[in-house]
């Protein structure tokens, strides 16, 4: 065989491996008009609802804006350029639910749906451009939620806290934690704003005896260390303990390395919704190996944010089976049905999280309960749906 031979074959094997790989090839004509009217309806439902939202919280707010002096440029881009991604991904299924049952109900008034039925595209066929519109809307809520949303939320909260509520917990009394094995700290008083704590404890414990107790009047978290954990002690006492016998070290200043940060020590209503989820994930661990109970509102807004990205799929396919079918009356009827279900999806994922974190429910298993019982009704919705 000759090398041009060669070429061919290879260009050929590669020609075919490309052409299996190109995910339009099992996009047609009929997909391609469904996921046009999907996702068009999507984008227009958000910015209709979105825009009757802002003007609410505009009348809602211009009071306390005028009274603190909140500068124009702030309110745009600090507070509503960062309102619109998360109220819109806050109710993203809403949005999901309304988009399909308003324009399929108009493809099935139309009896748009009787012909693909009637050409021989099975309800199953005809689901495949919902789902692939599902898809590429729960790959962007996930990554909103859980990479792009959580910083906006921080300029937010600034924002909020300066211009709108100007209350934000910026101090903790009484904080004891396990900062390492066998190493537990405790701070009287703990100012975040200056990121100083008064009446300082540690205690390392070996076998569960005592061979070292550190106190200090004042210890200061350092800011422009380039890594994480640097604290200063400042009238600091150290007791090594050997034995029977007692070594006391004493000084007015000295670095340390102490296995905790700010983040750890002053809890503020709202903090989960900061973390991006890869640091959520760690600060979940870090929390978890310290024997903090204050943790189930963070796991359960880590769960959420996954079981949130699988809606989409569960509120279409009931949203199609609703209303592919052709039926007197209009929309009026889907359109009723929808609101009621979307709206009982976000109150059972609201009631659920505060079951987990007031009455112990596992935070996984209360994140995932509203998917559990609307999957139930999509199957029964399938079940029913036109074929």
Same mark, same amino acid.
């Given at each position: 065989?000759?090398? %041009? +031979? ?8 590669? $020609?075919?491996?490309? !052409?299996? /790989?190109?995910?339009?090839?099992? *996009? ?80 099935? %008034? +139309? ?8 050409? $021989?595209?099975?309800? !199953?066929? /005809?689901?495949?451009?919902?789902? *692939? ?255």
């Amino acid at each position: 065989m000759n090398i %041009g +031979n060669i070429k061919k074959s290879i260009a050929s094997v590669f $020609g075919t491996i490309g !052409k299996f /790989l190109k995910p339009w090839r099992f *996009i047609g004509l009929l997909d391609r008009y469904i996921i046009k009217k999907f996702i068009g309806t999507y984008i227009y439902s958000i910015l209709l609802i979105i825009s009757i939202s802002i003007v609410f919280d505009i009348n809602e707010n211009l009071a306390k804006f005028t009274e603190y002096h909140a500068p124009l440029q702030a309110i745009i881009f600090d507070y509503y350029l960062n309102f619109i991604p998360y109220f819109a991904n806050l109710f993203s299924p809403l949005f999901v639910f309304i988009s399909v049952i308003f324009f399929t109900s108009k493809l099935a %008034g +139309n009896s748009e749906v009787i012909s693909m039925l009637a050409a $021989g595209v099975s309800f !199953k066929r /005809l689901l495949r451009p919902y789902m *692939i519109s599902a898809a590429l809307i729960s790959i962007l809520n996930f990554y909103l939620g859980s990479f792009v949303i959580p910083k906006n939320t921080v300029v937010k909260q600034n924002f909020e806290m300066m211009y709108k509520n100007k209350r934000k917990n910026t101090s903790a009394d009484n904080v004891q934690l396990q900062v390492g094995e066998g190493m537990i700290a405790y701070i009287q008083h703990y100012d975040n704003v200056r990121k100083r704590g008064y009446g300082f404890f540690l205690d390392k414990f070996e076998n569960k005896q005592l061979v070292s107790h550190m106190t200090a009047w004042e210890i200061q978290y350092d800011t422009i260390s380039d890594s994480k954990y640097h604290w200063k002690a400042m009238n600091y006492q150290i007791r090594s303990l050997k034995g029977y016998r007692e070594r006391i070290t004493k000084g007015t200043q000295i670095d340390t390395l102490i296995m905790m940060e700010p983040t750890d020590l002053v809890f503020s209503k709202g903090q989960q919704e900061t973390f991006t989820s890869p640091q959520l994930k760690d600060y979940i661990d870090k929390q978890i190996n310290r024997g903090s109970s204050n943790v189930v509102q963070y796991e359960v807004e880590y769960h959420k944010r996954i079981a949130s990205s699988f809606a989409s799929f569960i509120l279409t396919l009931i949203g199609v089976s609703l209303s592919s079918r052709k039926r007197k009356g209009g929309m009026g009827m889907y359109l009723g049905v929808g609101l009621a279900l979307s709206f009982g999806y976000i109150l059972l994922q609201t009631v659920s999280a505060t079951f987990a974190i007031q009455a112990g429910m596992p935070a996984m298993l209360a994140a995932w309960i509203p998917n559990m019982l609307f999957a139930v009704i999509a199957y029964f919705c399938y079940r029913h749906a036109p074929n």
